[in-house]
């Protein structure tokens, strides 16, 4: 064993040469019999993800691909300097199997044409057909040969050795009626049928079949590559969004770098029109930024000064400088890029019954071939023997069901990428389609997790929010918050703009101070009273049916009389309501849960179609609510973005976080959203729901197709070269019916 410096925990390796699901299995099986060693071999994206507690190196895995009869290499190899994989190496490969695709089209076409056709026919055509074939099969198909020889010295099939075993029979058989048969006679004729039929076996040959189904399949292999970069386009753009070059301000001046240069902490520009280089905080300037690439909304955000912003989204109009808090991997994109990446490498449980179905169809094939050539020489001519046998053959080959799976995640989690829904693990789409009860946390995820002002008493009585948001503003309290940008939107200008010398604040209570020479208390019900103010009985009543409504009243008292009364309320998000239709339409029942007192709690739940609240809930104890509802046999997702919803978030049959939450939240969820939005977390249900629902109809499609055709091809009513067709169009429907996916558009908001 050769030991490696390099971290090899969390290895990827791209794999090359894999032809089929078998394969994959194969490099699977070969991996995971290396000692601590863990290993998953997606066929789709074609790269082996590699976990160990061994103490093996790179070079130790790839020498177990190299031996298994496959090639390995990791991103270093194939990428850019930024380690991604280099999108020339598909490029290449495609263009390749193009090249040898249309040479073999232009070979195979008269054959078959020959062949179908019998006026056609003219003297020597046979002979035509045979130098127009050899190049077909010996070249053309020279890629499952050589795969199927390899696979042969380690006692193992796939879906290569179906394809070689029935094109070199059918090339043989034809040799033999040529050379040594009745076949090569001048003027012999033989019409084209789809059944087999009796005949003389020297007599009838098969070389349309040989580059027939050589056309079909290396056709087929060539839409399917096609389709599987196509798929992966999402998270190709993920990986290209980022900037190159950076201009870094160092010791006060500019100095354009490249990004890996560029150190956290450091100050960086963003002009107008540009991507910010990296994760920071705005340190000078104002702008609105562009979030679409990243979030899917295509609002931009005002940020300022203390703003956070995220590398690769579009600075729109301002120059801002920025100070880098994150660079590298642990950028919020570089993170994504993870997320979408394991997501695709990983398997639904689903997918696993396909792959043992896989391991060992092809041995059971071939021998279902064999036994239809012995029954059908004893019950019928070695022509129709040899015609069923090598039709079983090639109409069996599993490419469907390799593809079902892989491909439809592939461009299921590509497709939500683009739309701000990260899904971590193709587990995690079984969990979507079990969801009946959903349990939202209130504040940051129902509502905004901003108070603001939603009511005055007197109405329109500007002096109060005046003098309020005056002595407001040596408060950093949320509501003090609320109070000072309400009075700005309105207009107002401020009675002086220094905190008032006298100021004091009472944590609990409220604040005082002198504005204008008098003296102004703002404050709850308590503070008020305790302070000696006098409020009438009509302001009163305000206060205690504000309160009831869920709302923070404010008192704010002019010299000993309370004036008015501010009430202050986190707003519920405007596509809230929204969401929550759309859950019940979807089967899901919605809950309400939150730390905030029980009338808070049935006021949001009133306004956006709730009618189940647990209030009054500490942090520890929302764990504890998932787990009631799941202990009555629901299964419950959680959808939640703080700290203290992280436990309750991994407790949860599926964890949706908001991505506009904290770290730790986002790492205990199934699926994050990027974008603050409820309409996100229904979108992200839909998804996951219809990509499962296609995974499903491709699987049935490989099934029943292949369940179906060999029992035709056995019984001799299916002719070579239509199997090899039938199969080619059988993994051409898989891919096209996952790409279905790319058109999946999320919810519009109602305006």
């Not at 009509?538 to 409504?549: F, G, H, Y």
Request: aromatic share 6%; net charge negative.
């Amino acid at each position: 064993m050769e030991s490696s410096s390099e971290n090899t925990d969390n290895l990827e390796l791209r794999i090359g040469g894999m032809s089929c699901a078998a394969c994959a299995a194969h490099i699977e099986k070969a991996l995971n019999k290396m000692p601590g060693v863990s290993a998953a071999v997606n066929y789709a994206t074609e790269k082996a993800t590699i976990s160990q507690s061994g103490d093996f190196g790179v070079k130790d895995f790839i020498k177990t691909v190299e031996k298994a009869g496959y090639s390995a290499f990791t991103g270093e190899d194939l990428g850019n300097e930024d380690g991604q994989e280099n999108p020339r190496t598909s490029a290449e490969e495609l263009t390749a199997l193009r090249r040898r695709l249309i040479i073999c089209a232009i070979l195979a076409a008269p054959v078959i044409v020959l062949a179908m056709i019998p006026p056609l026919q003219f003297p020597y055509w046979q002979w035509l057909s045979l130098a127009l074939t050899i190049p077909v099969v010996l070249w053309g198909a020279y890629p499952f040969h050589r795969a199927a020889f390899a696979n042969a010295r380690r006692a193992t099939t796939t879906m290569d050795t179906l394809i070689s075993l029935g094109t070199l029979a059918a090339f043989i058989w034809s040799l033999y009626a040529l050379f040594l048969g009745e076949a090569g006679r001048v003027g012999m004729t033989h019409d084209f049928q789809l059944l087999a039929r009796p005949g003389e076996a020297a007599g009838h040959i098969y070389l349309e079949v040989c580059s027939g189904v050589t056309l079909f399949i290396l056709g087929g292999r060539y839409f399917e590559k096609r389709a599987k970069v196509r798929a992966g386009d999402a998270l190709r753009a993920l990986a290209e969004m980022g900037v190159k070059e950076v201009t870094a301000l160092r010791a006060g001046q500019e100095i354009q770098i490249p990004i890996q240069e560029l150190g956290e902490g450091e100050e960086f520009i963003a002009l107008p029109g540009e991507k910010i280089a990296t994760d920071g905080v705005v340190v000078s300037g104002v702008s609105a930024v562009d979030n679409s690439l990243l979030t899917g909304e295509s609002v931009p955000v005002e940020v300022g000064v203390g703003d956070p912003v995220t590398g690769a989204t579009i600075n729109t109009y301002g120059r801002l400088v920025v100070r880098a808090t994150r660079v590298g991997s642990q950028t919020q994109l570089a993170q994504i890029t993870r997320l979408v990446e394991q997501a695709q490498a990983g398997k639904a449980p689903i997918q696993r019954l396909a792959d043992r179905i896989s391991a060992v169809f092809v041995p059971v094939v071939i021998a279902i071939s064999v036994l239809t050539l012995l029954i059908w020489l004893i019950v019928g001519t070695p022509v129709t023997a040899f015609t069923c046998a090598v039709a079983v053959l090639i109409i069996a080959c599993p490419c469907a069901l390799g593809l079902a799976t892989p491909t439809a995640l592939l461009v299921g989690t590509g497709r939500g990428a683009s739309l701000g829904i990260l899904i971590k693990g193709a587990e995690i789409l079984e969990s979507t389609r079990q969801v009946d009860t959903v349990i939202l946390d209130k504040t940051g995820t129902v509502t905004s997790g901003n108070m603001e002002l939603v009511s005055i008493f007197p109405p329109d009585n500007v002096g109060v929010l005046k003098v309020a948001a005056t002595l407001e503003g040596g408060s950093e309290h949320p509501i003090a918050g609320a109070i000072t940008r309400a009075a700005a939107s309105k207009g107002i200008v401020l009675a002086s703009t220094q905190v008032p010398p006298d100021f004091q604040s009472y944590p609990g209570g409220g604040v005082r101070g002198t504005v204008d020479g008098q003296l102004v208390l703002a404050g709850n019900r308590k503070f008020i009273s305790e302070e000696g103010a006098v409020i009438s009985p009509a302001l009163e009543e305000v206060v205690t049916e504000n309160t009831e409504r869920g709302e923070t009243m404010v008192l704010v008292a002019l010299d000993g009389q309370v004036e008015g009364v501010i009430g202050i309320a986190d707003q519920v998000k405007e596509t809230s309501p929204q969401a929550i239709t759309l859950f019940k339409e979807l089967g899901i029942t919605p809950v309400l849960l939150t730390g905030d007192t029980e009338n808070v709690a049935r006021q949001v739940g009133q306004q956006v179609g709730i009618t189940e609240v647990i209030a009054e809930v500490k942090p520890k104890d929302k764990v504890v609510a998932v787990f009631r509802k799941q202990g009555r046999g629901a299964t419950v997702a959680m959808i939640g973005d703080g700290v203290n919803d992280a436990a309750a978030l991994a407790q949860a049959d599926l964890g949706i976080a908001m991505g506009s939450g904290t770290d730790v939240a986002i790492q205990a969820a199934d699926i994050t959203l990027m974008r603050p939005d409820l309409l996100a977390a229904v979108d992200a249900i839909r998804l996951s729901r219809r990509t499962l629902k296609i995974i499903k109809g491709n699987l049935f499609w490989a099934f029943a197709y292949n369940i179906a055709a060999i029992p035709l091809a056995a019984l001799g009513l299916l002719n070579p070269m239509l199997a090899g067709a039938a199969m080619a169009c059988s993994s051409a429907f898989v891919v096209g019916n996952s790409l279905r996916l790319r058109s999946f558009e999320p919810v519009k908001a109602l305006s």
